[in-house]
């Protein structure tokens, strides 16, 4: 059984997890950028860079396709199921890379901690550490992922998304801008318990104007105490870089940003009086304008399987928490 733990408080786990993503990104199992429709060079897609694929394509797969706003994976209730997913494909794949070690759990980062103090240590946190993920930069020069042209297993970005939205190929270091104004700051525990108060997970019209928690989660939705960008886009946006766009699994921190999402999912569907319990919208009985989104609708997947929402609600068989304390 795995236990995902608060990368700040595991040593062995924050030590893993770049082990093995680092491992991912030099392992290369067979797809090519022509395989994948990506212009430029033939290339082996690496399995990490897989994910960056598969993370640009929902992106860009708009649901239904005469509209340009909700996609297969954002911006509508999927959004949490459909990360859920990824992340426990990302986890499998580390496990096995690790030496089939399935105890091994992704770490969140609990930003809403980090989001009480200023915003002169915000940027300064334990998370930024040589040790932990690295610095800021263009590109970043400090941690794990500083690229170094002379050794090819150094981090580096190969694909990401060009101005007019297409997969394109690079080989340049990672790129981040932490806070850059007074106002980029991190979410706070306010805005976690704000979410956890919701009552509803969606609603109607299940977009970026939904009010209910998937929507204040993701950041869209603006209440007295949050502003959009909220909880999920604001780290996004604090963060910066390469996490700006459809390629921001690029940063190897949008898996922790997300896990710490999934978490506070977790904590909001514990069993009533403290949680909501496991309820998911919409029912299949809905519009097929919202297909990919209702509760037993087919997960956009480019790795794997039929996997559907409704899959996706009760995983304590696959793993736990260290704490739901958010
Ligand atoms: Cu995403």
Redesign the pocket.
């Known amino acids: 059984m795995a236990i995902r733990e608060n990368i700040l408080n595991s040593v062995v786990a924050r030590d893993k997890y770049i082990k093995g993503i680092k491992l991912l990104k030099n392992e290369f199992p067979g797809p090519t950028t022509q395989d994948l429709g990506i212009d430029g060079p033939t290339q082996r897609v690496s399995t990490y860079d897989l994910f960056v694929v598969w ?1 640009h394509v929902a ?1 860009t797969t708009f649901t239904p396709s005469t509209q340009s706003d909700r996609n297969a ?2 911006r509508g209730p999927v959004f949490l199921p459909w ?1 859920r997913f990824m992340l426990l494909q990302l986890e499998m794949n580390l496990q096995r890379v690790l030496g089939n070690d399935t105890t091994f759990g992704l770490p969140y980062w609990d930003w809403a901690q980090d989001g009480e103090l200023s915003l002169v240590r915000q940027r300064t946190a334990a998370i930024w550490a040589s040790n932990c993920m690295g610095g800021s930069g263009t590109p970043v020069t400090t941690g794990p992922f500083v690229f170094d042209p002379a050794n090819s297993k150094s981090w580096r970005v190969r694909l990401t998304a060009s101005v007019n939205g297409q997969l394109i190929q690079v080989n340049r270091g990672l790129r981040r801008q932490l806070g850059t104004s007074t106002t980029n700051r991190l979410p706070t525990k306010t805005h976690t318990a704000t979410a956890l108060d919701q009552t509803t997970y969606d609603a109607a019209p299940w977009s970026v104007n939904s009010v209910g928690f998937r929507n204040l989660v993701e950041g869209w939705q603006n209440t007295l105490q949050i502003r959009p960008p909220g909880l999920h886009n604001r780290v996004h946006v604090f963060v910066g870089g390469d996490m700006l766009i459809s390629t ?1 699994p690029n940063d190897p921190v949008f898996y922790l940003n997300h896990c710490n999402v999934d978490r506070i999912w977790e904590s909001w569907m514990r069993s009533p009086p403290t949680g909501h319990g496991r309820i998911y919208v919409p029912l299949q009985s809905e519009s097929s304008n919202l297909k990919g989104h209702r509760l037993n609708d087919t997960l956009n997947s480019l790795l794997s399987g039929s996997t559907t929402p409704a899959e996706m609600l009760d995983v304590k068989q696959l793993y736990t928490y260290d704490s739901l304390n958010v």
């Open positions: 993370h992106m994976a954002h990360h921001s």
